[in-house]
């Protein structure tokens, strides 16, 4: 058996006593690497009731895409979004490209290839009991993933992308962004001009919970409104 | 409470078990496209539905099957070790003491957020029911993508081999966490407390309404322990007085201590 195999079942055994997001991040970093990978992320695509809006909650991406990518709205017209609703199972950059073939989706594709340097990723859907649309992208160049790899990455996937999402309840979601994953999510709102009564409706707490969580945020931002936090944070990429 | 059907008790259960096994038929082979399963009359059925497997059944208020699943003592085998070895690395998938967890399935009107406590309930129970057995290990496989939906099932779930391919998608093999302190911390976790478990005495007629009876007994367990004491008395002295042969009040006292405990 595979070394790399062994490595990637070894991390999801223990995956679940992790507690840091920093060592989550070396951990499974240390395993896809063995596999080809360079960049990796785990993203929320889309909660029940909430627009397509994806964010990422852990990994080690390429700022400059992150920010390209939220500047130019690409989530309207990503091909590897798109996919990503329609499957359960692992597929590629090139499988989704092919699936789904507008200019606007080569357009992304290109761009994500000339910036990065990446020209091929893996990208594991994860779909929990709650509906929400989550996934782990796993980037590289000159790297494939065949076909005996993908259940392997799969399993170190589905663990990673778990505990990140346990992680980020609560915790800053990225080393770069210090606002907490609900802060992310009522700030998203504000973005849509909602008020703290909607986006307690929405997101099922209080009117003062989503006040608090937006309070925060202008705190934590040093800001003096709502709508230049949500600005703040929609720029830097952290509500892409 | 979920109601654990045995070998001793199934006379209760004949018309539920035939409910489950046609469910079962809808849920794998019609849904998921199990193709190699045998379907006979409408029901799944497996060389390992025998006497010794454990079901484990709730039900939603109109009294049809919510969720189920099967309980299988693994030691001699089951359908992991025997059919697919290769998916375990860290054994033993066999063996006293261990249990195999198959054939589960939610009704698809359980899906979504708010049917989530009637699972947390099961698979509270799932757990109630290795504890009470002293089980070593709770084995199972399943598709890659229902794993990732188990780590937020209340289960500690934890994979013991490398995924691999199959007809209808891609295995993994994992055990469950069914210790004591698995228990108490998953209760914590799902925010569910006392029993969930109801197993019906053996010595009930054909026919008994076992529902009712698990209606109540979550009644007499679940109530604050300043009243469980008098009710507990009386429950017993009517019982005794409607079937003296068998009494339910030591049955509704050990329940009441364990949710007490």
């Known amino acids: 058996m595979r070394a790399e195999f062994l490595a990637a079942l070894e991390f999801a055994q223990g995956a679940d006593e992790i507690t840091d997001p920093g060592e989550l991040n070396r951990r499974f970093g240390e395993v896809v690497r063995r596999f080809g990978v360079r960049y990796f992320s785990t993203i929320v695509a889309a909660a029940p009731g909430q627009p397509v809006m994806p964010r990422i909650l852990s990994g080690e991406v390429d700022p400059a895409w992150s920010e390209r990518y939220s500047a130019e709205g690409f989530a309207a017209v990503d091909p590897v979004l798109a996919t990503l609703f329609e499957t359960r199972k692992p597929f590629t950059w090139r499988e989704a490209a092919g699936r789904r073939s507008t200019r606007a989706g080569q357009r992304v594709m290109g761009e994500v290839r000339d910036i990065t340097g990446t020209d091929e990723a893996l990208v594991v859907p994860i779909h929990d009991r709650m509906g929400e649309v989550a996934a782990v992208i796993l980037s590289g160049s000159g790297v494939s993933f065949e076909p005996d790899v993908r259940p392997v990455l799969h399993l170190a996937s589905v663990y990673f992308s778990g505990v990140a999402r346990d992680l980020a309840d609560g915790a800053p979601v990225e080393a770069c962004c210090p606002l907490t994953a609900r802060q992310l999510e009522c700030l998203r709102w504000v973005m849509d001009g909602k008020s703290d009564w909607e986006i307690g409706e929405i997101l099922g707490i209080s009117e003062h919970t989503a006040h608090n969580h937006v309070e925060a945020a202008k705190r934590t931002l040093d800001l003096g409104t709502r709508v230049q936090a949500s600005v703040h944070a929609w720029r830097r990429g952290w509500l892409i | ?261």
């Open chain 2, 1 to 261: 409470m979920i109601h654990l059907i045995n070998a001793a008790n199934r006379h209760l259960y004949r018309d539920v078990l035939a409910q489950m096994h046609r469910a079962r038929t809808d849920h794998f082979v019609e849904e998921r496209g199990w193709r190699n399963l045998c379907v006979e009359a409408g029901q799944e059925l497996d060389e390992y539905d025998n006497d010794q497997a454990l079901y484990l059944v709730g039900f939603d208020e109109f009294g049809a099957i919510a969720v189920s699943a099967r309980l299988l003592p693994a030691d001699r085998g089951c359908v992991l070790s025997d059919h697919f070895p290769h998916l375990v690395v860290e054994g033993p998938a066999c063996g006293p003491g261990v249990f195999e967890l198959s054939r589960y399935f939610a009704s698809p009107a359980l899906r979504g957020r708010k049917h989530f406590p009637v699972k947390a309930s099961m698979n509270l129970a799932v757990v109630e029911a290795m504890v009470e057995r002293r089980a070593r290990r709770l084995v199972g496989f399943t598709d890659l993508h229902i794993l990732g939906i188990m780590r937020y099932s209340g289960w500690r779930v934890r994979p013991i081999g490398l995924p691999t391919a199959y007809d209808e998608g891609t295995a993994a093999a994992f055990e469950i966490a069914c210790q004591a302190d698995d228990l108490a911390e998953m209760q914590a976790a799902v925010e569910l407390s006392g029993r969930q478990l109801f197993e019906a005495p053996a010595w009930l007629p054909h026919g008994s309404d076992v529902r009712a009876l698990a209606d109540v007994t979550s009644l007499v367990i679940n109530l604050p322990a300043e009243l469980r004491g008098p009710v507990l008395e009386v429950v017993s002295r009517t019982v005794r007085d409607w079937r003296p042969q068998g009494d339910l009040g030591p049955l509704f006292a050990r329940l009441g201590e364990r949710a007490a405990a």
